[in-house]
């Protein structure tokens, strides 16, 4: 139970409104060491309630522990814009019956009404690391006195390419702070770099591994073609099977506005989400998901972190993620909160050795699935069958007996080698010198040496010294008689 974590009365207030009786795992663990002052590096899976682990003790303590001095006292760094915006909601929804103010700010909004919201000092801040490091360097946002950062998805963070972002904001962060860096995923190597430059003597907690995720989730495989067989397989399932809402993945921005178009063209409604679009346009389609205007969403990776939307069945991988950790956080859109769903990924030929190494990864098989008529030509790579032996080729066999043959074979006589210009002289008469003798040829010190002698002329029909020598004679051509 919440009320044995021994919380602030207002926060145990505003979870009993929300229904929130008994913490989970990671909230369980979390909790105690974060209200002990702990800095903290967790690895846990999506929907595991990692927000309310680190909120939960960083807002006790702000409730707790009243500061008269200006400032930020507790910043969440966030990867995307989607993952800010429901960290905020998440934060209000705790904050609701205490005197705390919290402020969003991420890229897409009003520069000047964020710089009027800092000017209200919000004692919390959830951010994206971009925005608020412009801000910083306006001097509008005011770090000196914070007393709790926390870093959400902090491997994602390194793979936008944003670490150097984070370490300057916590250049401009006071020292003696307490800090928490949470993930799905810790395998990242740079996230243990940047864990021993931010975090201080840290309480490292893996509830989690990347092969025990997902139990609750079916994850399907369907073999594909192309592009076009995509589309018909796509359709099928999205006509057919039974799901509230569905998540459809690609890898860039221009399929997936394809896609978009596609699939309402077949009289099924569907948004579209990914990097390039307005922060508004993004916001309606998010709002359209959550109340149900719309059943299917097709999105780039911006949506496989922080999407938290109730009633997400179905996932559908049309093109395979780039690796096993952004397939994770894909496939956890389904499933969450002990919920069951599905995932079902798209593999054709090219996919066929990245789909071998996620299953590696994740020590997994997935499951083989076929839609009756609309099978794929390609069932996966050719087999090669093999004697057993290191090299099983029907080609290699047959050079290594030719090779043993003509070991067995007698000694010839050694052949000499042949100088490129005399091959060149081939079937050219060498013009014999006045004295009868052909022009020496000159060694390599420049000294003459004696002139063979030349062969007598030959009768034309009868073998000649040339021939034997292997100079052949030119043949005159006979004239004709006028």
Not at 25 to 42: C, F, K, M, R
Not at 60 to 83: D, I
Not at 98 to 121: I, S
Not at 123 to 134: M, V
Request: charged letters at 30%.
């Amino acid at each position: 139970m919440f009320a044995e974590l021994q919380l602030d009365k207002q926060l145990l207030r505003a979870l009993e409104k929300l229904g929130l009786e008994t913490p989970t795992e990671v909230q369980s663990q979390t909790i105690p060491l974060a209200l002990a002052g702990s800095d903290l590096l967790v690895n846990a899976h999506t929907g595991s309630g990692k927000t309310a682990a680190f909120l939960l003790p960083s807002l006790h303590k702000l409730l707790t522990e009243p500061s008269k001095l200006h400032g930020t006292r507790l910043l969440v760094l966030s990867p995307t814009r989607e993952l800010a915006r429901q960290l905020f909601k998440n934060c209000k929804d705790l904050i609701q019956f205490c005197p705390l103010q919290v402020g969003l700010m991420m890229g897409g909004d009003e520069f000047k009404y964020q710089r009027a919201m800092l000017r209200k000092d919000p004692e919390i801040l959830i951010a994206t690391p971009g925005r608020l490091l412009e801000h910083i360097k306006h001097e509008h946002a005011e770090l000196s006195n914070l007393e709790v950062l926390v870093l959400d998805e902090g491997d994602r963070m390194l793979d936008m390419g944003l670490s150097d972002d984070v370490l300057e904001i916590v250049r401009a962060c006071k020292p003696e702070r307490q800090t928490m860096l949470f993930s799905a995923t810790l395998a990242h190597t740079g996230v243990r770099k940047i864990a021993q430059q931010i975090l201080r003597a840290p309480k490292s907690l893996t509830l989690s591994t990347a092969q025990d995720q997902h139990s609750n989730i079916r994850q399907q495989v369907i073999l594909t073609d192309d592009a076009a067989h995509k589309d018909r397989v796509l359709t099928w399932l999205l006509s057919n099977e039974k799901y509230e809402k569905a998540l459809i993945f690609t890898n860039t921005r221009d399929y997936t506005n394809k896609l978009g178009g596609f699939l309402r063209y077949h009289n099924i409604e569907a948004g579209v989400l990914h990097g390039e679009m307005e922060q508004d346009a993004r916001n309606q389609i998010m709002t359209q998901l959550r109340y149900g205007k719309i059943k299917v969403l097709v999105a780039t990776d911006v949506a496989a972190r922080g999407l938290d939307v109730k009633g997400i069945d179905l996932v559908i991988n049309v093109d395979m993620a780039r690796s096993g950790d952004d397939y994770i956080h894909r496939v956890g859109r389904t499933g969450r909160a002990g919920a069951s769903g599905t995932a079902i990924t798209f593999i054709s030929a090219p996919d066929w050795n990245l789909m071998s190494t996620v299953e590696h990864y994740l020590q997994i098989r997935f499951e083989k699935r076929a839609i009756k008529g609309l099978e794929a030509a390609f069932k996966g790579p050719k087999k090669i069958k093999s004697s057993g032996k290191a090299a099983g080729s029907k080609v290699n066999k047959e050079k290594r007996k030719a090779r043993k043959e003509a070991a067995e074979m007698p000694d010839e006589a050694p052949k000499t080698k042949q100088r490129l210009r005399d091959k060149k002289n081939i079937g050219k008469r060498r013009a014999p010198s006045k004295e009868g003798s052909t022009t020496p040829e000159k060694t390599n010190n420049k000294s003459k040496s004696a002139a063979p002698k030349t062969p007598a002329k030959p009768t034309w029909g009868e073998p000649s010294a040339w021939q034997k020598d292997g100079w052949a004679p030119m043949k005159k051509k006979k004239k004709t008689e006028e």
